[in-house]
């Protein structure tokens, strides 16, 4: 199913590029969130995502299994590109001259303040790994691939993936060990036994 697949997206089939998205949509967008911890961000980089696979589907090889890992590498491409343009446009506004009128977020702030607080401790120690650190991580983790899978959708070799892979783990658990808030530390072990557990576990 997946050669036939490959060989009606290469064609140009309308029909077969539906059914690709309707298959993988989901696990690019939660591949992107990983990436940037942002909802909005995430949804633009599934956009980009299937608009640069349709652009690309003539380099495509007809002969393969599932076609995650190249969507998925893709989706890491699209993102550092996103990245990149979100750091030059914060340069740009920056230059700009500044509005002495200051909006209240209060509200606004105080509102998100109970989820922020459950994912800043986890975004915080992903900001620590370099980035081939946390895409390998994002991958081999949280989407599930191999380590031959995740070196094809990241154009490395499988042992490049093995050694970025460990060194996320050292030190994603490592931060959140000792980050960890004493008086609260009973209460956030359910939430870091779920961010961290799996890295302990590695990928079989």
């Known amino acids: 199913m997946d050669t036939n697949l490959r060989r009606r997206i290469r064609a140009g089939d309308h029909d077969a590029f539906g059914d690709l998205f309707d298959a993988y949509a989901r696990s690019v967008y939660n591949h992107a969130y990983r990436l940037t911890g942002e909802w909005s961000t995430a949804e633009d980089v599934v956009s980009l995502t299937f608009l640069d696979a349709w652009r690309l589907r003539a ?23 996103t990245r990149r343009a979100a750091r030059r446009h914060a340069a740009a506004v920056a230059r ?25 401790l986890v975004h915080t120690a992903l900001a620590e790994l370099r980035r081939p650190e946390r895409e390998v991580l994002a991958l081999c983790v949280w989407s599930g691939l191999d380590y031959a899978a995740a070196a094809e959708a990241l ?15 050292t030190k994603l658990a490592k931060h959140l060990k000792s980050q960890e808030p004493p008086a609260s530390r009973g209460q956030m072990r359910g939430d870091r036994i779920t961010a961290v557990g799996p890295l302990r576990e590695g990928n079989r």
């Open 59 to 81: 380099k495509l090889d007809e002969e393969g299994g599932s076609l995650r890992p190249w969507l998925l590498g893709i989706a890491t491409n699209v993102t550092r590109n």
């Open 96 to 120: 700009l001259p500044r509005d002495e009128t200051v909006r209240d977020f209060a509200d606004e702030v105080a509102g998100r303040l109970d989820d922020a607080a459950q994912l800043a």
């Open 155 to 169: 154009g490395v070799p499988v042992g490049t993936v093995r050694s970025r892979l460990s060194r996320a783990r």
